[in-house]
């Protein structure tokens, strides 16, 4: 008797959602850390990439620079005991703005078939229609929209967004895995109350490491004290 081998069913690889945190990471944090895990636990999702990026399209110019934005990131990534994060520096090794459209478009050359799900907060969904060609990131990827203290899910669903959500709700994280790309969803995770401006601000006030720990892995807050950054302005 032959047994066939044990192989990944086809949905377990080939075409499992990978799930797409892009920022500044000026620096990364915990909330960033916190809300990719618990989206990936929620939504199964296998990985989910982290991709800083280099030029600030949408906002005002990041502190540090971007080696030391993206040596951050793989500090918080390698403390990641379950494997799920990872790294992507794609949109600082291009030669163009960090558009999220062309990220989006060199993902879908490399993963024709995969759903890209692009986790955004709601702070930033909500300036969507401000970004680069717009109407496109809907055909690349589905976006799922995270809470975030201080913003309320009504700035998400504010009636200037009202198109884009109409067609594309999902009342179901498994609508993510039926397409490739196209649909919204509004998924709650615990709240984190954190952000690189508070963070970026204590430093400059001279904030102590008890006072940063919760708010930072030890390993990105031990690169900010030994590169110096953020810190406090002299005189
Ligand atoms: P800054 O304070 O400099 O604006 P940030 O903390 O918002 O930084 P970004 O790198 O700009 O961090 O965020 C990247 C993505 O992560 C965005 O989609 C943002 O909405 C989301 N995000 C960041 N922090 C949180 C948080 N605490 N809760 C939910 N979403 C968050």
Partial sequence: MTVAPLRPSRSDTIDAPLAL????????????LRIA?????????PEVRLIPSKAPVH????????????????????DDQSGT???????????????????????????????????????AFAHIKSWYQWPQLFELAHFVVLNRPG??????????????????LAQEAAALRATAAGR???????????SATEIRNSLANGASDSALAPLLPAAVLAYIRSHHLYAPRAG
């Fill in 21 to 32: 945190l892009g920022g500044t990471f000026d620096p990364v944090h915990r909330g960033h």
């Fill in 37 to 45: 895990l618990d989206t990936a636990t929620a939504l199964r999702l």
């Fill in 59 to 78: 906002r005002a110019s990041p502190g540090a620079s971007e080696a030391d934005r993206l040596a951050m990131l793989r500090l918080a990534v390698a």
């Fill in 85 to 123: 994060l990872r790294v992507d520096d794609r949109e600082l090794r291009r030669d163009t703005p960090s558009y999220t459209v062309l990220t989006l478009q060199s993902l879908r050359a490399e993963y024709p078939t995969r759903p890209l799900l692009w986790l955004i907060g709601i702070d």
């Fill in 151 to 168: 913003y309320a899910v009504a700035t998400a669903l504010s009636p200037a967004l009202a198109d884009l959500w109409q067609p594309r």
């Fill in 184 to 194: 919204i969803l509004l998924h709650t995770v615990p709240p984190q109350a954190v």
